[in-house]
């Protein structure tokens, strides 16, 4: 048989053990989430920067330029082409 004290006092610390432990997750929750505010309102303003396209070209970046030169160099020898690139010329050769 069991004794009815020890049943109580076993029970007793497992209910401050849990409450303990529950109390603990739901501290650590609240930290986390105030933290996590903090990277949310961040990603927020991320987000709506980003939302919007910000063409500005650097002046020391020649990337429409090369591009300009590729086009130029393939346009005078088509072996450069792509064959996706060769039915682009061909069919806008051909007006319908």
Do not use: C
Not at 49 to 68: C, F, G, M, S
Request: charged content about 25%; proline content about 4%.
């Amino acid at each position: 048989m069991s004794n009815p004290a020890i049943a109580g006092t076993i029970l007793r610390n497992f209910g401050i053990i849990t409450a303990a432990a529950l109390g603990g997750v739901y501290a650590s929750d609240r930290i986390i989430s105030i933290a996590s505010r903090k990277q949310m309102r961040l990603r927020g303003e991320q987000g709506v920067y980003n939302a919007n396209v910000h063409p500005e070209q650097d002046p020391l970046d020649t990337i429409l330029d090369r591009k300009n030169l590729m086009n130029a160099a393939k346009a005078k020898k088509p072996w450069n082409m792509t064959l996706a690139e060769k039915e682009r010329s061909r069919s806008e050769g051909v007006k319908h």
